[in-house]
């Protein structure tokens, strides 16, 4: 299992090796905020479209590693895109096909919970840390390439870096060992019935809509407008845009890692509220704070974001059976895309109609992290 791992983090290197400069370096070549956010959220939509579709395909067929390896070649091929120009459509090419990508991690998620071994929040939080790990280490390797080589060639570097890293992770994978249900025993896994069952369950939704809304902030801020927030209004260069990321991907470790450890029931409910009020803190103070202490709030991010993401991710599934799991996570996952396609287009599209207003952006994603709070609190079927 711990190859497993290890591709789990190679795939998250490879795909957020550059998300930090992204926001910015689109700016810097003069495209809209508007478009800007239309890019971002183009990463979503297509994860939103093709996770469903990927789970019933899983289901079927019981190869996850075909689907992992598919987004692996995926991943290559999208950070060619950029290296071929710098038009705003290739760009967006560029984040709909991560997207395709990123649409394999279902199986990543419903392998694990097939494997069994540990808990569900203890593997969730696992898989979790190694995901942070895989981030964590990209956006290293790509402060360093943008700070030492500049924009331009920086940004060039760090898409071939990720190029050869996504197939050095194809490589690995081709040398690893994963357990293939008998084609019979795949094939009983999904019916129609197991399919409605899982499309009709509450629980499901709720954490889903939930993910959702932590995908909306987490988009439209950490990982897009914050960085164009302290390039423009802070003066940031490339080591505070990288330390954006960094630090609240850090964070997420940690905590990720502290509840795949922790012993006993997790008091589920408790923490999902915490998540989301440290999430409007987070949002609510970002506008009125310096760089130093702009950077200091991305733990408070890292925090929020790896208690929701965990501990509803863990919850998706749990009433339903272990041969629903992967339809689950493709239902779960395929609905807060929603919360990623939708929240770095509208976030994008109120910065320029207010004709860069920052506070009014991150006082309103306050707002919707509130809202998550509201919803959690008079939700029942959440261990207290």
Not at 286 to 307: D, E, R, W
Request: some cysteine.
């Amino acid at each position: 299992m711990k190859r497993f791992y290890v591709i789990v983090a190679v795939f998250w290197f490879a795909q957020y090796i550059y998300v930090p400069f992204l926001s910015p370096y689109l700016v810097l070549l003069g495209i809209p905020a508007s478009i800007v956010g239309i890019v971002a959220g183009s990463y979503g939509f297509t994860q939103m479209a093709l996770r469903i579709p990927l789970a019933v395909g899983g289901s079927i067929r019981g190869n996850h590693k075909f689907y992992i390896g598919a987004g692996l070649v995926a991943v290559a091929a999208s950070c060619v895109l950029p290296l071929l120009s710098q038009s705003w459509v290739f760009f967006l090419l560029m984040r709909m096909l991560a997207g395709i990508a990123s649409a394999t991690w279902v199986s990543y998620s419903a392998y694990l919970l097939e494997a069994g071994g540990e808990g569900a929040s203890r593997s969730m939080g696992y898989l979790m840390a190694a995901y942070a790990v895989g981030v964590c280490s990209a956006q290293a390797a790509g402060t360093a390439f943008y700070r030492q080589l500049g924009e331009m060639e920086g940004m060039r570097a760090i898409f071939l870096a990720a190029v050869f890293t996504s197939l050095a992770g194809f490589a690995l994978l081709l040398a690893t060992p994963f357990r293939r249900r008998a084609e019979g025993e795949a094939r009983a896994a999904f019916t129609k019935q197991s399919f409605f069952e899982v499309l009709k369950n509450w629980h499901l939704w709720r954490c889903s809509m939930l993910a959702s809304i932590l995908m909306w902030i987490l988009f439209s801020t950490n990982y897009s407008f914050t960085g164009v927030y302290a390039q423009e209004r802070l003066g940031a260069g490339a080591l505070p845009l990288g330390l954006i990321t960094i630090i609240c991907q850090l964070a997420a470790f940690g905590t990720s890692f502290a509840i795949g450890r922790a012993k006993g029931a997790l008091p589920e409910k408790r923490l999902l509220l915490a998540g989301f009020a440290l999430f409007a803190l987070y949002c609510a103070l970002q506008p009125y704070s310096a760089l130093a202490p702009l950077l200091l709030l991305q733990i408070v991010c890292g925090v929020a974001y790896s208690l929701l993401n965990v501990l509803l991710l863990a919850s998706a599934g749990r009433e339903l059976s272990k041969d629903q799991q992967l339809l689950a996570m493709g239902v779960f996952q395929s609905l807060y895309s929603i919360g990623m396609t939708a929240g770095p287009a509208v976030t994008g599209a109120v910065l320029e109609r207010s004709g860069g207003h920052f506070p009014l952006v991150f006082l309103v994603l306050a707002a919707i992290a509130l809202g998550g709070f509201a919803w959690t609190a008079k939700s029942r079927g959440l261990a207290q």
